[in-house]
């Protein structure tokens, strides 16, 4: 139900009387806090000749004498009267469209708001005043938002223009900012710091393509968790590929980068240094067969399925691979050659390392170490864990398959139980991405093809 001011005062001047709040509340169905601002804003006083006033007419009063004052500024300041045509009376209170407000222009001068709106609009981009007054406050905000270390947004500007006399919005503060390219600094703090700062930007090579046509050509890798008695221990794993094969693991207490290096530096060493290429084929008079490159101090071996033959060359970089062939291709550039009838060509290296931007991977001794070992690395995207969805998928089989079945009464025996199980993953367990065979198998079988 709406109450009519009359009633207000009808329903107060019965509260002041000494009727309870309780009952008139109950009887006008009305909540406390009601009454209780009625009593405030239609609470009578007496003014020193007699005549009895609220408080909300008082200050209804002041609101009109001060708009009053504000018209007959506006009235002294206008170079025209009321009874002026339209056109001259429009571009008088456009004139004074920044010191008062539109409601106090229009009545001032006896013009419609829309029509007064439709006049601004339609002339502020050919106005030479509306222009002049745009690129002075240009000046200013410029001057503003410099003085105070580029923090401020429009708000601010304009609560301190407004304290050095200046009659301006917030909305037009903004609209000079947006054309000044003005933006406070805070909003991309941030992530401008990060992109500033950071050498490189990491890159995801893989893109979910989890697929590799031979070893050691994408590893990937994962952190995971697990309590054991009052303490937590953590798991780094390194898959391969190719054959899904656990090539390097590590157990400890603390999740540091000394975790993830040492994990890397045991599979790197166990698997050859696989920054060389190790088998690669090549064709001679049309034939292909498979030409198997040992690298070492001295000198290489080359052997091929019709003979044995020695060939002493140079020791290769160790970031660089070897290609053989007996006869130079068009689109090969030549290096070096060997008894006059074969051709060496360098390419870089082929292992990239995958893995989540976790502290340990994105760290300055990690990425170091994969530098200088020649080894591409590869980050999953921000909150993309289907990125690195193999290391992720080992740990739910393991935790499934074990952490989650036994009682582990040490970090010896998780360790032990660790050991056991990728033992397991890797020689018996048949994987269903591999037509259900072991990752031992398809390694052994690439290299019997060979």
Not at 73 to 97: D, H, M
Not at 99 to 114: I, K, P, S
């Amino acid at each position: 139900m709406k109450f009519t001011d009359a009633q207000k005062k009808v329903i107060v001047a019965r509260r002041e009387k000494g009727e309870s709040v309780r009952s008139l509340c109950s009887e006008f169905n009305i909540p406390r806090s009601t009454l209780y601002r009625w009593c405030k804003s239609h609470k009578t006083n007496t003014i020193a000749n007699g005549i009895p006033f609220t408080a909300r007419e008082i200050n209804q009063m002041q609101n009109r004498i001060v708009k009053l004052n504000n018209i007959i500024a506006i009235l002294k300041t206008a170079n025209c009267t009321v009874s002026a045509p339209l056109r001259e009376r429009l571009g008088a209170l456009e004139s004074l469209y920044s010191q008062y407000d539109v409601y106090t222009l229009c009545e001032a001068l006896e013009v419609d708001r829309g029509t007064f709106y439709n006049h601004i609009r339609r002339n502020k981009r050919e106005n030479a005043w509306f222009a002049k007054r745009r690129e002075k406050y240009r000046q200013i905000v410029q001057e503003v938002f410099d003085e105070y270390h580029q923090v401020l947004g429009s708000e601010k500007i304009r609560a301190i223009l407004v304290e050095r006399g200046h009659k301006v919005s917030a909305k037009f503060i903004a609209s000079i900012m947006r054309e000044c390219g003005l933006y406070s600094i805070r909003t991309t703090a941030k992530s401008d710091h990060f992109r500033l700062n950071a050498l490189e930007s990491p890159k995801n090579r893989i893109r979910q393509n989890f697929t590799a046509h031979s070893p050691n050509q994408i590893w990937v890798s994962d952190i995971t968790s697990f309590k054991v008695n009052d303490y937590w221990v953590y798991l780094c794993v390194i898959l391969d590929l190719f054959s899904r094969k656990i090539v390097g693991y590590r157990v400890s207490r603390n999740a540091s980068t000394n975790l993830v290096t040492s994990t890397f530096r045991t599979a790197f060493r166990e698997r050859g240094n696989p920054r060389e290429a190790l088998i690669k084929s090549v064709a001679v008079d049309g034939e292909r067969f498979f030409v198997k490159t040992r690298f070492e101090k001295r000198r290489n071996t080359v052997c091929t399925r019709e003979g044995h033959a020695r060939i002493r060359m140079a020791p290769l970089s160790p970031t660089a691979a070897t290609y053989f062939s007996f006869f130079k291709p068009p689109d090969w550039q030549k290096r070096s050659v060997v008894r006059g009838r074969g051709f060496i060509q360098r390419f870089p290296s082929s292992l990239t390392f995958h893995s989540d931007r976790g502290k340990q991977y994105t760290s300055a001794a990690f990425t170091a170490l994969l530098q200088k070992c020649g080894v591409k690395q590869s980050f999953s995207a921000t909150a993309r864990p289907h990125d690195n969805a193999v290391a992720e998928t080992f740990f739910a089989s393991f935790k499934k398959e074990e952490a989650y079945r036994r009682e582990y009464t040490s970090e010896q025996s998780y360790r032990k139980r660790v050991e056991q199980y990728i033992q397991f993953y890797n020689e018996l367990r048949p994987h269903r991405t591999l037509k259900y065979k072991t990752p031992q198998a398809i390694e052994e079988t690439y290299q019997e093809r060979l």
